[in-house]
């Protein structure tokens, strides 16, 4: 025989079984201890809200043009770590080396960080040079201090974004793997965080390329970008996105000389996956002739095999194979030479 149990169940005004709960008095000191522990909280995060305003602001104030004026370009010392000679296979942070014979020397600078602008966090970065000895690309990583690259990611993230234009084919706009344009969102940065851009990488380029004159550009375009496909033309990666290009301003015109006005433009990127913050610097030769004339060539020197150009360098190859879903770009900005 398997006897029922029964259960009764209490309530505060007495269950239909008759149960009840019992009331303790909660102490008053408990009160008290409840009271000071939020009290306390609140303080804490008053506390701290304040001394990230503050933190914020102090990082906002204006550039002070002494910033960074004690730099000395000649207490740098820069290494050969590769050359054509190497027995091993060259290696460039970030990138992958596809045509090695194209390189002559890799080479490694290192500063003191004491003569950088304050907002700098690159004590050294190195430089890529062409078979002609020209340079091709540099690499500097941390490019920001470590407080610096926080308060711009949290500045952009809660800024408002506009979604990028993207430019269909001019002959075929039915194809949405046609076009151009930037993938996602883009937000033109504050002066002064643009101004932290150019006075962090003045002293790179004062080392590499004395001659180039950053104040001299014709303009200067700093950006944040967030990638997303979601917001493009049937949602795809155009296959200009998957391989390198030039982005051209086209509305700056010409100079009398017929060549397009130097100018520099960067994206910040605003992943807290890296240690910290990184930047390239693509140095274009400058031949003297129209880019109207030496744009088709710019882009097969590229590497490009976009399956929309009868004139491409790679026929062979299909774009959308060699770059695939779902992350393309993550191939494409690993792209090098």
Same mark, same amino acid.
């Given at each position: 025989?398997?006897?029922?149990?029964? +259960?009764?169940?209490?309530?505060?005004?007495?269950? &239909? #079984?008759?149960?009840?709960?019992?009331?303790?008095?909660? !102490?008053?000191?408990?009160?008290?201890?409840?009271?000071?522990?939020?009290?306390?909280? @609140? #303080?804490?995060?008053?506390?701290?809200?304040?001394?990230?305003?503050?933190?914020?602001?102090?990082?906002?104030? !204006?550039?002070? !043009?002494?910033?960074?004026?004690?730099?000395?370009?000649?207490?740098?010392?820069?290494?050969? %770590?590769?050359?054509?000679?190497?027995?091993?296979?060259?290696?460039?942070?970030?990138?992958? /080396?596809?045509?090695?014979?194209?390189?002559?020397?890799?080479? &490694?600078?290192?500063?003191?960080?004491?003569?950088?602008?304050?907002?700098?966090?690159?004590?050294?970065?190195?430089?890529? @040079?062409?078979?002609?000895?020209? %340079?091709?690309?540099? +690499?500097?990583?941390?490019?920001?201090?470590?407080?610096?690259?926080?308060?711009?990611?949290?500045?952009?993230? #809660?800024?408002?974004?506009?979604?990028?234009?993207?430019?269909?084919?001019?002959?075929?706009?039915?194809? /949405?793997?046609?076009?151009? *344009?930037?993938?996602?969102?883009?937000?033109?940065?504050?002066?002064?965080?643009?101004?932290?851009?150019?006075?962090?990488? &003045?002293?790179?380029?004062?080392? /590499?390329?004395?001659?180039?004159?950053?104040?001299?550009?014709?303009?200067?375009?700093?950006?944040?970008?967030?990638?997303?496909?979601?917001?493009?033309?049937?949602?795809?990666?155009?296959?200009?996105?998957?391989?390198?290009?030039?982005?051209?301003?086209?509305?700056? *015109? %010409?100079? !009398?000389?017929?060549?397009?006005?130097?100018? @520099?433009?960067?994206?910040?990127?605003?992943?807290?996956?890296?240690? =910290?913050?990184?930047?390239?610097?693509?140095?274009?030769?400058?031949?003297?002739?129209?880019?109207?004339?030496?744009?088709?060539?710019?882009?097969?020197?590229?590497?490009?095999? =976009?399956?929309?150009?009868?004139?491409?360098?790679?026929?062979?190859?299909?774009? &959308?194979?060699?770059?695939?879903?779902?992350?393309?770009?993550?191939?494409?900005?690993?792209?090098?030479?």
């Amino acid at each position: 025989m398997v006897k029922k149990s029964s +259960s009764k169940r209490a309530s505060g005004r007495g269950g &239909r #079984g008759g149960g009840s709960t019992l009331s303790l008095p909660v !102490p008053l000191w408990s009160v008290a201890l409840v009271a000071a522990v939020a009290a306390g909280a @609140y #303080g804490y995060r008053a506390m701290r809200d304040a001394a990230e305003a503050a933190a914020a602001a102090a990082l906002d104030a !204006p550039w002070d !043009p002494a910033d960074g004026a004690d730099f000395d370009a000649g207490s740098a010392q820069s290494t050969v %770590v590769w050359h054509n000679e190497s027995e091993a296979a060259p290696e460039f942070p970030a990138s992958l /080396v596809l045509l090695p014979e194209e390189l002559s020397k890799i080479v &490694r600078t290192t500063v003191s960080p004491a003569g950088l602008p304050a907002d700098c966090g690159w004590s050294q970065f190195y430089t890529a @040079y062409d078979r002609h000895g020209d %340079v091709l690309l540099i +690499s500097i990583d941390r490019f920001f201090a470590p407080a610096v690259a926080a308060h711009l990611r949290r500045k952009a993230i #809660g800024s408002a974004w506009a979604p990028a234009d993207i430019h269909p084919d001019n002959f075929d706009k039915e194809d /949405v793997y046609k076009g151009n *344009g930037f993938p996602g969102l883009r937000l033109d940065t504050a002066p002064r965080d643009a101004r932290r851009v150019t006075e962090c990488a &003045r002293p790179v380029l004062a080392l /590499v390329d004395p001659g180039f004159d950053l104040d001299a550009l014709h303009t200067i375009q700093t950006m944040f970008g967030l990638v997303d496909k979601e917001l493009q033309p049937g949602r795809v990666w155009l296959d200009s996105q998957r391989m390198p290009h030039n982005d051209v301003r086209w509305d700056l *015109g %010409v100079l !009398p000389d017929k060549t397009v006005p130097a100018s @520099y433009a960067s994206v910040l990127g605003l992943t807290d996956q890296f240690d =910290n913050s990184g930047t390239g610097l693509f140095l274009e030769k400058k031949s003297g002739l129209s880019l109207l004339k030496t744009l088709p060539m710019n882009e097969e020197a590229q590497g490009n095999f =976009n399956p929309h150009m009868d004139g491409r360098l790679h026929k062979e190859l299909f774009i &959308r194979t060699e770059v695939p879903d779902p992350r393309p770009l993550a191939s494409v900005f690993s792209f090098f030479c």
